[in-house]
T-cell receptor, first 114, second 114 residues
Framework: DTGVSQDPRHKITKRGQNVTFRCDPI?????LYWYRQTLGQGPEFLTYFQNEAQLEKSRLLSDRFSAERPKGSFSTLEIQRTEQGDSAMYLC????????????FGPGTRLTVL | QKEVEQNSGPLSVPEGAIASLNCTYS??????FFWYRQYSGKSPELIMFIYSNGDKEDGRFTAQLNKASQYVSLLIRDSQPSDSATYLCAVNNSGDQAGTALIFGKGTTLSVSS
C-alpha cells in the first residue's frame, strides 16, 4: 500500500495561467475526492468520483475548475485562468466503496498564484 | 449551511496529561464521524472514526459520539509532545448524493509541553 500520491507538490503560477494537478489514489480504492484547504481552515470539499464517474461537485466550485478521472484510476484537477484567491493547498483523498468511507489523504499540492 | 464547530485553541496540556478535544455538528443526518491529525505544512492523517453512540478506543485515543446532542469528542491519554498538531473533526454530508463528502471543522491546535 503506497498511499495516495499527488504531483506536483508545489506550483507557483502567474494570475491568468492554467494549472493542472494529478492524483493517484490507493490502488484498490475506487472513490476519489478533491478538497481545498486555506490557512486556518479545514479542508473544503470540491468534487468526488466513483470509478470514472464524477458524482458530486460542490456548488461553490467555479466553472474555471474541472476534474477528470478518465479510466477510474488517477485523476486530474485543472484550474483555468487562475486568480490570487485560488492560492491554497489542493488535497486528494481516496476511499473504498462500502464500509464507512474512511478517506485517506495524499500530501497535497500547494498552489501559489502571483 | 452545514457546519462543524471546533474551538480553535490553542489547547495547552503538560506531557502525560489527558487532552480533550470537542466538536459539534449541524447535520442531523450525518452517520460517520472522523478525527484527523494535521501537522504544520502536512496533509491530514486519519486517526479515529466512529459511527455509533458511545465510546471507541484505539490505543491512547478515545472517540466519543452523542448523536442526540450532535457532539463528538476525542480524548488523548498520556499526551506526548509529538501529539502537538491541529486536530480536525469531520462528518459526512448526508445531503450529497452518496453521503460521502466530508464537512470539516477549522481544527483545534493542541500543544503538549514537556
Amino acid at each position: 500500500d503506497t498511499g495516495v500520491s499527488q504531483d506536483p507538490r508545489h506550483k507557483i503560477t502567474k494570475r491568468g495561467q492554467n494549472v493542472t494537478f494529478r492524483c493517484d489514489p490507493i490502488s484498490e480504492h475506487n472513490r476519489l475526492y478533491w478538497y481545498r484547504q486555506t490557512l486556518g481552515q479545514g479542508p473544503e470539499f470540491l468534487t468526488y468520483f466513483q470509478n470514472e464517474a464524477q458524482l458530486e461537485k460542490s456548488r461553490l466550485l467555479s466553472d474555471r475548475f474541472s476534474a477528470e478521472r478518465p479510466k477510474g484510476s488517477f485523476s486530474t484537477l485543472e484550474i483555468q485562468r487562475t486568480e490570487q484567491g485560488d492560492s491554497a493547498m489542493y488535497l486528494c483523498a481516496s476511499s473504498l466503496t462500502g464500509g464507512y468511507n474512511e478517506q485517506f489523504f495524499g500530501p497535497g499540492t500547494r498552489l501559489t498564484v502571483l | 449551511q452545514k457546519e462543524v464547530e471546533q474551538n480553535s485553541g490553542p489547547l495547552s496540556v503538560p506531557e502525560g496529561a489527558i487532552a480533550s478535544l470537542n466538536c459539534t455538528y449541524s447535520d442531523r443526518g450525518s452517520q460517520s464521524f472522523f478525527w484527523y491529525r494535521q501537522y504544520s505544512g502536512k496533509s491530514p492523517e486519519l486517526i479515529m472514526f466512529i459511527y455509533s453512540n458511545g465510546d471507541k478506543e484505539d490505543g491512547r485515543f478515545t472517540a466519543q459520539l452523542n448523536k442526540a446532542s450532535q457532539y463528538v469528542s476525542l480524548l488523548i491519554r498520556d499526551s506526548q509532545p509529538s501529539d502537538s498538531a491541529t486536530y480536525l473533526c469531520a462528518v459526512n454530508n448526508s445531503g450529497d448524493q452518496a453521503g460521502t463528502a466530508l464537512i470539516f471543522g477549522k481544527g483545534t491546535t493542541l500543544s503538549v509541553s514537556s
